[in-house]
């Protein structure tokens, strides 16, 4: 077993030598550099000198500063690169075979010739063991002064010889080694010593290596670390305590950190800080007794404080430092969090985690460049509270009462008022931090996220604790509270953090209000609620100039028109609901009315986009309205599955009511909801007239009773209305910047003349019930007739409005009387009717062509 531990040690001294291969490799550029660029100002400095006054131009070069070069290339361990003159080719060639040549000579080989002095004192001491050449006593001895000599060889040759390179480090890490090689086998191969005095020796050595470290390198500081934390788990306890480990620990933690402080070394502290953490949770993990809280809660706080202080206050301000502070201080918080996981939520060690909170909380307000410390510490204590076990029993219920109800468990009251406190705590700094600190951005976030997380945190796990009478007042004090901090900082709202912080603080005092009006209303009421938190809202504006609570109002109304389009309020015959059957006259028409007069608040404050939001908003649900109310009057409800004729007519005819009415608005006063309002109206209008008009819900196609009587029926809304509407839509299409559609809609009005023209003839010899196909003498002849009228009248009317489309359009509708009377009259029609047919044809043919003469021509 212990073979493999003298592999042990030495495979991780040769990994220690060639993870800072890298580093060495580094400085040595580091170093060139700095040169390169001493000589690059020497060279500016002599460019820019005042040139002598002499009668004649000297050929002679000016001579190279050639004292500040020789005193650089005295500092520096490599060789000086000028910069001022061309590299040959040969000196290029060759460039590359002299830093080969460097690095075996100066590095790798002193590398490799200490780890062979290592490896030979320690196979001394096993050899020595093995042939029991020595006494143990005498082994030991001798191999402590082999250790203790070439560390004494390495500081001679560093202090005495300056170019030595490498040398030093390499002998006295070979030193090192043996000694902690030699003291191991004392403990483990004779038994010489105690564990206890083992361990002490170990650390000792183990600390001189990170001291030494301070003047011979990195390769020792690596060395010492590995050491140090190697030597717990080569000498273990029998009787554990961690009054006695963690302070083991903490010793090589501050030791780390004296070495590092003036060197650049940031993978030391790193290291430091992760070997200390392994070493914690292990602990946890494994002999950790209840009374080893306190030790382990103090090493942690220890931990995070040094390794954020321990190199100076200026040096924690630059980034690499700040990282090192960041990273202990996170280690500090998983400490402190599997401690209070350990100990099921223990007082004491909910104690320290706070106090570590607390930590976080001064940092963050003494620091401004780390002040979402502030929210870390809040979103880390409600996950580790939420975590909190035996709080309640929770089952999936779709009930009345939600998707889940609870069973409160006997930590339930403890975790309550942890929550509560924590919600307060947390907000009140937010606010304040928000009033008081330089960069109150940060801080304004820590209290609207700290407010809401905690809160429904709360609730969410322990909601049968309370009354929901009792969250809803909850909720409401902490959303005043919030809206109090908005209002005390209103003077700096013109400064744009100041105005982002009171909008996160705004933010948190909606969604609070939300929480509240939940637990206060439901269906259509708290629908109703959340209108009336936009229009509360949009008056703040005017009252707190926050720009955030305008997309607040906004969002609100989004929220409220959601609920009514997607929640079963509009899904579900409620007969509970007042007015019965006609709930959306106030379910979607108050809401329509606040977001209106929310809307125009935002406007007056020049919140123009959150103001187009809500009155798009409250043009929909108003539409929406009408749509409802004549669903229910001509269907019966709201639920009903299926779609009237009459039913979608009117329909048609409100879309085309509407948008007309937003065009005639656009020509007084222009406004993005009014052009695209009455671009989507009519577009929809349209598809609805092809869809269903015409085709799949015509009368003729459905065979379904056509509701009224001969003259005043349905056909009027289906057809006429909405081909007047086209006809008044189109001469102001302009509006819309759509002139070019003006053809299509007039085809498409001229489309449902010709078809309610038809289909009135075909009721009027049909009855309520129409076929297709069905027709008689009679009703074919009042086609040819109707139509041969309605072409005349188009006719007539382009004369006499000027209106060469017109004219067309009668012409269009002859050429189909022509056709008809050509192709079906001339076999379907006997008689008197076919000859009126075709002397009623003649006579109109040639009135038109009179008519054409006497006006157009002319």
């Not at 212990?2 to 991780?12: G, H, Q, R, S």
Request: hydrophobic content about 60%; proline content about 4%.
């Amino acid at each position: 077993m212990y073979d493999y531990i003298f592999l042990i040690v030495i495979a991780t001294f040769v990994m220690a030598l060639i993870a800072l291969n890298k580093n060495s490799a580094l400085e040595t550029k580091i170093a060139q550099l700095k040169l390169q660029l001493g000589n690059l100002a020497d060279e500016v400095a002599r460019l820019h000198e005042p040139a002598p006054p002499s009668a004649t131009p000297s050929k002679k070069p000016a001579a190279k500063p050639k004292s500040a070069m020789k005193r650089r290339a005295a500092a520096a361990p490599v060789a000086p690169v000028l910069v001022q003159e061309p590299l040959t080719a040969l000196e290029v060639a060759t460039a590359p075979r002299r830093d080969m040549e460097q690095a075996l000579a100066s590095r790798w080989f002193v590398w490799i010739g200490g780890i062979a002095i290592a490896i030979g004192g320690l196979l001394f001491v096993k050899y020595a063991y093995d042939n029991r050449l020595l006494s143990p006593s005498l082994q030991i001895i001798l191999g402590l002064l082999l250790g203790a000599a070439l560390v004494a060889a390495g500081e001679f040759v560093r202090r005495r010889y300056a170019e030595a390179g490498y040398v030093p480090a390499a002998l006295s890490a070979a030193g090192l080694v043996t000694a902690f090689g030699s003291i191991f086998a004392a403990y483990a191969l004779y038994e010489l010593i105690e564990p206890m005095s083992a361990f002490a020796g170990l650390a000792v050595v183990a600390l001189a290596a990170l001291a030494l470290s301070r003047v011979q390198g990195p390769l020792i500081a690596a060395l010492g670390l590995i050491g140090s934390y190697a030597t717990p788990a080569l000498i273990p306890s029998e009787h554990p305590s961690a009054w006695n480990f963690f302070p083991y620990l903490l010793i090589i933690l501050v030791a780390s950190f004296m070495v590092l402080r003036g060197r650049n070394w940031w993978w030391l502290a790193y290291a430091a800080i992760a070997g200390s953490a392994v070493w914690a949770l292990l602990w946890i993990n494994g002999p950790f007794i209840p009374a080893d809280v306190l030790a382990i809660g103090l090493f942690a706080h220890a931990l995070g404080i040094i390794a954020f202080f321990g190199l100076g206050r200026k040096a924690a301000d630059a980034m690499p430092q700040r990282a090192i502070g960041l990273a202990g201080l996170g280690v500090e918080v998983v400490l402190l969090a599997a401690l209070v996981h350990k100990t099921a939520h223990g007082e004491l060690s909910l104690l320290l985690f706070f106090a570590a909170m607390a930590l976080f909380v001064v940092i963050a307000w003494r620091r401004p460049h780390v002040s979402l410390l502030g929210l870390a510490a809040a979103i880390l204590s409600f996950f580790v509270l939420m975590l909190w076990n035996e709080v309640a029993i929770h089952a999936l219920a779709m009930d009345e009462r939600g998707l889940w109800s609870s069973v409160p468990g006997p930590e339930a009251q403890r975790f309550l008022t942890y929550m509560l406190g924590a919600a307060l705590a947390f907000t009140l700094i937010g606010c304040f931090g928000t009033l008081l600190r330089p960069e109150p951005r940060n801080w304004g976030l820590t209290g609207g996220v700290a407010a809401v997380l905690f809160v429904f945190g709360a609730w969410a796990r322990v909601n049968d604790l309370l009354g929901d009478g009792t969250w809803a007042v909850i909720g409401m004090v902490f959303a005043v509270l919030l809206l109090a901090a908005t209002w005390a900082g209103r003077g700096r709202h013109q400064e744009p953090q100041a105005d982002l912080a009171s909008g996160f603080l705004s933010i948190g005092a909606a969604l609070l209000l939300l929480f509240s009006l939940d637990r206060l209303f439901d269906g259509i009421c708290l629908t109703i609620a959340i209108a009336g938190l936009a229009v509360v809202f949009a008056v703040l504006t005017r009252w707190l100039f926050v720009t955030l609570q305008a997309p607040i109002a906004a969002a609100f109304g989004t929220l409220a028109t959601i609920r009514l389009f997607i929640s079963r309020e509009l899904w579900e015959e409620d007969r509970t609901l007042p007015w019965g059957q006609h709930w959306p006259l106030y379910g979607y028409g108050v809401p329509a009315v606040l977001f209106l007069v929310a809307s125009r608040l935002l406007k007056t404050a020049g919140h123009f986009r959150s103001a187009v939001t809500l009155e798009g908003l409250s043009l929909g649900l108003l539409i929406s309205l009408i749509a409802l109310e004549l669903r229910v009057l001509i269907s019966g409800g709201v639920t009903y599955d299926e779609p009237q004729f009459l039913e979608m007519a009117a329909h048609i005819i409100t879309w085309l009511g509407a948008a007309y009415g937003l065009m005639h608005r656009q020509q007084i006063f222009s406004s993005f909801i009014a052009i695209w309002g009455a671009r989507v109206l009519i577009a929809v209008s349209c598809a609805a007239i092809l869809l269903f008009s015409l085709t799949t819900l015509n009368p003729v196609v459905t065979q379904a009773p056509m509701p009224g009587n001969a003259v005043f029926n349905a056909l009027l809304l289906a057809y006429l209305a909405p081909m007047l509407l086209l006809g008044l839509i189109a001469r102001k299409l302009e509006v819309l910047n759509w002139q070019r559609l003006r053809p299509p809609a007039g085809l498409l009005a001229l489309v449902l003349a010709f078809v309610y023209l038809t289909l009135e003839t075909k009721r009027v010899f049909q009855g309520h019930a129409m076929v297709a196909w069905s027709t008689s003498v009679e009703e074919s002849y009042a086609y040819s007739a109707v139509w041969l009228t309605f072409a005349l009248a188009l006719f007539v009317a382009g004369l006499r409005m000027s209106r060469q489309h017109i004219r067309y359009a009668g012409l269009g509708v002859m050429v189909l009387v022509v056709l008809k009377v050509f192709l079906w009259d001339m076999s379907s029609l006997e008689g008197l009717y076919r000859i009126a047919s075709f002397i009623g044809l003649g006579l109109c043919l040639v009135g038109i062509g009179w008519l054409y003469q006497r006006f157009i021509q002319k």
